[in-house]
């Protein structure tokens, strides 16, 4: 297994365009998490999936995101209408049922809108 | 909500030198890791501790619940060390809301 990954790796997009990332849990890993983050800041929760269910989403995250896990396997995260705020690393992580388990992350995706 | 709060926020060491970070939180939780991002931005978990005391090598870690603090230990250290460590937390009935403190950077001098 490889770990997490994430795909693109970089992303500059215009402003009022729409982005879709993509993350590649480890096999065995059937909770999926996707977070955020801007320089020199800690990492901020997004939303997170148990199998294929969308089971908590933050209150921060406006109507513009939106979050899929089908088939409880990889995820995407679209960005539709992206903002020059939405310019910021996004990070996914997995880990195994149960909360005894550490996450593990992906290298991100950095996101530009220009 | 919860508040998470590291301390020192930065910190500068000779190689070889020992360190603790400190993380407090403002309510009992459920979940407590410590991660360290290294200086090319990928965040590696170092500890599972919602309580008690783990060890990994040169480094462990304690969390004392009833007190609402944690403490990562770092000994021997070297400039592979340098980037900077989150601690982050949930709490109530979250599972998968981690609450990231807003970290230690750590610069590890040769």
């Known amino acids: 297994d490889t770990g997490v990954s994430q795909n693109p790796r970089h992303k500059i997009t215009k402003r009022g365009q729409n982005v879709t990332f993509r993350c590649d849990p480890i096999?065995?890993?059937?909770?999926l998490y996707w977070y955020r983050q801007t320089l020199g800041q800690g990492p901020e929760f997004l939303t997170y999936f148990q199998n294929e269910a969308q089971l908590e989403k933050s209150r921060l995250l406006s109507d513009r995101f939106s979050a899929e896990r089908p088939k409880g396997s990889f995820s995407t995260l679209e960005i539709q209408r992206t903002e020059q705020g939405d310019s910021a690393m996004y990070l996914c992580?997995?880990?195994?049922?149960?909360?005894?388990?550490?996450?593990?992350f992906g290298s991100g995706t950095r996101l530009t809108v220009v | 909500g919860i508040q998470v709060e590291q301390s020192p926020p930065d910190l500068i060491l000779q190689e070889g030198a020992n360190s603790t970070l400190r993380c407090n939180f403002s309510?009992?939780?459920?979940?407590l890791q410590w991660f360290h991002q290294n200086p090319w931005g990928q965040l590696i978990n170092l500890f599972y501790i919602p309580s008690g005391t783990k060890q990994n090598g040169r480094l462990s870690a304690t969390t004392v619940a009833t007190e609402r603090y944690s403490l990562l230990y770092i000994s021997s250290s070297q400039t592979t060390d340098s980037g900077v460590y989150f601690c982050?937390?949930?709490?109530?009935?979250?599972?998968?809301?981690?609450?990231f403190g807003k970290g230690t950077k750590l610069s590890v001098k040769p």
């Open positions: 096999s065995e890993h059937n909770r």
């Open positions: 309510d009992s939780v459920n979940n």
């Open positions: 992580a997995s880990s195994a049922l149960g909360v005894a388990y550490g996450y593990t």
């Open positions: 982050a937390v949930a709490y109530g009935g979250s599972q998968g809301n981690l609450i």
